[in-house]
C-alpha cells in the first residue's frame, strides 16, 4: 500500500513514524486532543472531497491571495473598517474556489452574497445612527409623547373650585 501525503504529514506531526515496516494503515486512530481523536481516513476523505469541490488548493489560493494583493495594495485599505477587509478577504476566498473549483457551487455564491450584506448592514445601521443625530427636534418642539396630550384645559377640578360650586 502506498503512503498519502496526509498519512505521511500526520505521522510527521505525531513523531510516530511508520508503524508495520515501510506502511501505515489509513485506518489507524491518532490522538490529536485527550479528548478527541482523528482517524486518517476522516482527514483523507475530507481532503479529497474538497479536492473535488475546490479544486486544487495550491491553484486556489494562488487566485485568493491575488486578490488580497490587490486590497492590500489599495489607497483605501487602510482606511477600511475589520469587518469590511475581512468580508473582502473571505469573498476573495470564495472567488478563488469559483475559479479553481465548481462555479456552479451555489454555496460559495451564497457566502459572497452573505459576507457582502454583514458590511451593507453595518453601514445601514452607522447611517440610520447619523440620520438620527441630524434630525435632533426643534427645543420649543413637542416631546414625541406630548401629541397625546389634549390640547383643551381638561384639568382635574382643585378643592377651591369645588367648594365654590357646593
Same mark, same amino acid.
Given at each position: #500500500?502506498?503512503?498519502?501525503? &496526509? !498519512?505521511?504529514? %500526520?505521522?510527521?506531526?505525531?513523531?510516530?513514524?511508520? &508503524?508495520?515496516?515501510? !506502511? #501505515?494503515?489509513?485506518?489507524?486512530? %491518532?490522538?490529536?486532543t485527550?479528548r478527541?481523536t482523528?482517524? #486518517?481516513?476522516d482527514?483523507?476523505?475530507t481532503?479529497?472531497?474538497? @479536492?473535488?469541490?475546490?479544486?486544487?488548493?495550491?491553484?486556489?489560493?494562488?487566485?485568493?491571495?491575488a486578490?488580497?494583493?490587490?486590497? &492590500?495594495?489599495?489607497?483605501n485599505?487602510?482606511?477600511?473598517?475589520?469587518?469590511?477587509?475581512?468580508?473582502?478577504?473571505?469573498?476573495?476566498?470564495?472567488?478563488?474556489?469559483?475559479?479553481?473549483?465548481?462555479?456552479?457551487?451555489?454555496?460559495?455564491?451564497?457566502?459572497i452574497? @452573505?459576507y457582502?450584506?454583514?458590511?451593507?448592514?453595518?453601514?445601514?445601521d !452607522?447611517q440610520?445612527?447619523?440620520?438620527a443625530?441630524?434630525?435632533?427636534?426643534?427645543p420649543?418642539?413637542?416631546?414625541?409623547?406630548?401629541?397625546? %396630550?389634549?390640547?383643551?384645559?381638561?384639568?382635574?377640578?382643585?378643592?377651591?373650585?369645588?367648594?365654590?360650586?357646593?
Amino acid at each position: #500500500m502506498s503512503i498519502s501525503l &496526509s !498519512e505521511t504529514l %500526520i505521522a510527521f506531526l505525531t513523531k510516530d513514524a511508520f &508503524s508495520s515496516g515501510s !506502511e #501505515m494503515t489509513a485506518s489507524r486512530t %491518532i490522538p490529536t486532543t485527550e479528548r478527541t481523536t482523528t482517524k #486518517m481516513s476522516d482527514v483523507e476523505s475530507t481532503l479529497i472531497e474538497r @479536492g473535488s469541490r475546490y479544486g486544487s488548493f495550491r491553484t486556489h489560493a494562488i487566485y485568493a491571495e491575488a486578490f488580497n494583493g490587490i486590497f &492590500s495594495g489599495s489607497p483605501n485599505w487602510h482606511e477600511m473598517k475589520p469587518d469590511a477587509k475581512e468580508s473582502l478577504r473571505i469573498i476573495a476566498n470564495k472567488i478563488g474556489r469559483i475559479l479553481n473549483g465548481d462555479p456552479e457551487y451555489d454555496d460559495n455564491w451564497r457566502d459572497i452574497a @452573505g459576507y457582502a450584506t454583514l458590511v451593507l448592514q453595518r453601514i445601514e445601521d !452607522e447611517q440610520k445612527f447619523k440620520s438620527a443625530e441630524i434630525q435632533k427636534p426643534e427645543p420649543n418642539s413637542k416631546k414625541p409623547w406630548q401629541h397625546f %396630550i389634549p390640547t383643551e384645559d381638561r384639568s382635574i377640578p382643585t378643592n377651591s373650585a369645588l367648594q365654590g360650586t357646593r
